[in-house]
């Protein structure tokens, strides 16, 4: 379950609220926009599936439905709180593009799609899509602090070989081309973005909050590239006769839900055996 929040409209800067804010509302009470700020209005999700949860009124119990209960309500459905928990009462919230999203695909609204909504207007759901249906998801004792309603990534890291000349016989240089930034092939994701996934990339401070100390260092020698989309880049090998030359490339993993992203870094490292993995802070960039 997560941490305690508040669902912030972000054009009238007004919260999902029960109606009339009771502690215990009854069975299928609206769901309003109200500016009032109090523990009535406190809500946690409770992860079920994948990104899919339930939004769980603090004080009460009870949880977010479309009115009926429905998995393909029509647009306009208002949404109410109610005991039940089944698959229609399923909801994703998007701190990325900013929508709390219905298992059937609608998106919660002000009534009426209005920008500067006012007390009391009911919150729908609704197909279409535009700037006056954003939420934001914030700490109710600061109502301008985002609330991370996942809980922070789990994140690691480890030396993986990416090249290797066993006992050459003769000294040579070559050209040794590395893929960095975020792989194609071993990420992992089904379209919902988390967080710390942006547009062109991560962000690094909600990654941190998961991170040990010796992580975090890795992590401030990277360049940008790493936790970009992936590219190729070539790095010069000199290799000397007779000794074995290993490559390895320090690599982080990110894990969230169904989420896995694997972020190649620009740190390398060389050892003279497959088995010989390097000191974290080894490395070349």
Not at 131 to 139: K, L, N, R, Y
């Amino acid at each position: 379950m997560s941490a305690t929040f508040a669902i912030k409209h972000m054009s009238s800067g007004r919260f999902f609220h029960p109606k009339c804010g009771s502690s215990n509302p009854r069975n299928d009470t609206e769901i309003v926009l109200h500016s009032d700020v109090h523990t009535n209005m406190h809500w946690k999700f409770v992860l079920v599936k994948d990104h899919w949860g339930y939004i769980e009124h603090v004080a009460s119990g009870k949880i977010i439905h479309p009115r009926d209960g429905r998995l393909t309500p029509g647009n306009d459905t208002g949404l109410v709180v109610h005991n039940d928990r089944h698959w229609g009462a399923l909801f994703a919230l998007d701190a990325v593009n900013h929508h709390v999203i219905h298992k059937g695909g609608k998106f919660a609204h002000p009534y009426g799609g209005r920008p500067g909504a006012c007390n009391g207007t009911e919150v729908v759901l609704h197909s279409d899509v535009h700037a006056a249906m954003e939420f934001c998801f914030v700490s109710p004792w600061n109502v301008f602090q985002e609330v991370l309603v996942y809980g922070a990534p789990k994140l690691a890291g480890k030396w993986k070989i990416v090249h290797k000349v066993l006992n050459p016989t003769a000294g040579h240089q070559f050209t040794l081309q590395v893929k960095v930034g975020k792989s194609t092939i071993e990420s992992k994701t089904k379209g919902f973005k988390y967080s710390w996934e942006t547009s062109d990339g991560v962000q690094l401070g909600i990654l941190n909050l998961s991170a040990s100390m010796s992580m975090k260092l890795m992590m401030e020698q990277t360049s940008s590239q790493t936790w970009s989309d992936e590219t190729t880049t070539t790095y010069q090998i000199t290799v000397n006769p007779g000794k074995t030359d290993v490559t390895w490339q320090w690599v982080f993993d990110v894990k969230q839900n169904e989420t896995k992203s694997v972020f190649q870094s620009n740190l390398l490292a060389n050892t003279d055996s497959e088995t010989e993995v390097p000191k974290d802070h080894q490395y070349k960039v």
